[in-house]
C-alpha cells in the first residue's frame, strides 16, 4: 500500500503593529515560532499597517494603540473595514478599563495586556473571531471621551501644543480647540490649565512619559 501523503497545515499569516523596536521584535518571534501562525508584515506605523492589510489581507492583526503618526484605535476601525474577516488582537500598556471596551468598539476582536506573557497572546488569537460577541461598558473617568477627544487628551498628556497635535492629525487649529472644549466639559475641568495638567497626570499614570 502506499504511504499517505503528509499535507502540511498552512500557518495563519498576522501582521505585527508596535512602534517599540525590541517589544515588537519580541512579538514577531512569539508568532514564528509558533507552528499556527507566521508574521506576514510587521511595522510601526499606521500607514504602514493600512498599506500592508490591504495589500496582504492577512489572517490577523496584532495591533498597538500607541502610534507616532496615528490614532491606534482609528487604525483598528480602518483595518476592520478594510478585512472584515481578519482577527485583531489589541496589545497594549494602556489602562484596560478603559481601552479595551473602546477597542472593542472599534471592531478589535480582543484586548491583551502588554504585561502578560507570551502564551496570553497565542492564547487570545486562538479564541479570538473576526468580531467580539459584545462590548461591556465601562465605568473609567474617561469613558466618556470619544476616540479621537481621548487621543487629543493624550497628546495633551505627553506635551503636545494645539498646532502640534493638529498637524500630525492632518486638521485644523479650530478642531483641535473644539476638543479640547468638550473635554473640558465631559471632564468637569474649569480651564485651559486643568486640562493640561489632568492630561499630563493620565499620561504619567500610562508610562507614556517620564
Same mark, same amino acid.
Given at each position: 500500500? *502506499?504511504?499517505?501523503?503528509?499535507?502540511? #497545515?498552512?500557518?495563519?499569516?498576522?501582521?505585527?503593529?508596535?512602534?517599540?523596536?525590541?517589544?515588537?521584535?519580541?512579538?514577531?518571534a %512569539?508568532l514564528?515560532?509558533?507552528?499556527?501562525?507566521? %508574521?506576514? $508584515?510587521?511595522?510601526?506605523?499606521?500607514? =504602514? *499597517?493600512?498599506?500592508? $492589510?490591504?495589500?496582504?489581507?492577512?489572517?490577523?492583526?496584532?495591533?498597538?494603540?500607541?502610534? @507616532?503618526?496615528?490614532?491606534?484605535?482609528?487604525?483598528?476601525?480602518?483595518?476592520?473595514?478594510? %478585512?472584515? !474577516?481578519?482577527?485583531?488582537?489589541?496589545? #497594549?500598556?494602556?489602562?484596560?478599563?478603559?481601552?479595551?471596551?473602546?477597542?472593542?468598539?472599534?471592531?478589535?476582536?480582543?484586548?491583551? #495586556?502588554?504585561?502578560?506573557?507570551?502564551?496570553?497572546?497565542?492564547?487570545?488569537?486562538?479564541e *479570538? +473571531?473576526?468580531?467580539?460577541?459584545?462590548?461591556?461598558?465601562?465605568?473609567h473617568?474617561?469613558?466618556a471621551? #470619544?476616540?479621537?477627544?481621548?487621543?487629543?487628551? +493624550?497628546?495633551?498628556?505627553?506635551?503636545?501644543?494645539?498646532?502640534?497635535? $493638529?498637524?500630525?492629525?492632518?486638521?485644523?487649529?479650530?478642531?483641535?480647540?473644539?476638543?479640547?472644549?468638550?473635554?473640558?466639559?465631559?471632564? =468637569?475641568?474649569?480651564?485651559?490649565? !486643568?486640562?493640561?495638567? @489632568? *492630561? !499630563? %497626570?493620565? $499620561?504619567?499614570?500610562? =508610562?507614556?512619559? @517620564?
Amino acid at each position: 500500500m *502506499a504511504p499517505v501523503p503528509v499535507i502540511a #497545515s498552512v500557518k495563519q499569516r498576522v501582521l505585527v503593529v508596535d512602534d517599540h523596536p525590541l517589544f515588537r521584535a519580541g512579538v514577531v518571534a %512569539v508568532l514564528n515560532q509558533d507552528p499556527a501562525w507566521e %508574521v506576514c $508584515a510587521e511595522t510601526d506605523t499606521a500607514a =504602514g *499597517a493600512r498599506a500592508a $492589510a490591504a495589500r496582504l489581507r492577512p489572517d490577523a492583526a496584532v495591533v498597538d494603540l500607541m502610534l @507616532r503618526d496615528d490614532d491606534g484605535l482609528k487604525l483598528v476601525r480602518e483595518l476592520r473595514q478594510e %478585512v472584515p !474577516a481578519m482577527r485583531i488582537l489589541v496589545l #497594549s500598556m494602556l489602562d484596560e478599563a478603559l481601552y479595551r471596551p473602546k477597542a472593542l468598539q472599534a471592531g478589535a476582536s480582543a484586548f491583551v #495586556s502588554k504585561l502578560a506573557g507570551p502564551e496570553a497572546i497565542l492564547a487570545t488569537l486562538r479564541e *479570538a +473571531t473576526p468580531r467580539p460577541a459584545r462590548v461591556n461598558g465601562a465605568s473609567h473617568e474617561l469613558a466618556a471621551l #470619544s476616540e479621537r477627544e481621548l487621543h487629543v487628551f +493624550t497628546q495633551l498628556g505627553q506635551g503636545r501644543s494645539t498646532q502640534e497635535i $493638529a498637524s500630525a492629525l492632518g486638521v485644523s487649529n479650530k478642531t483641535i480647540e473644539t476638543h479640547r472644549e468638550n473635554i473640558k466639559a465631559k471632564l =468637569g475641568l474649569p480651564h485651559a490649565n !486643568a486640562l493640561v495638567a @489632568r *492630561a !499630563a %497626570v493620565w $499620561a504619567r499614570e500610562q =508610562g507614556l512619559v @517620564r
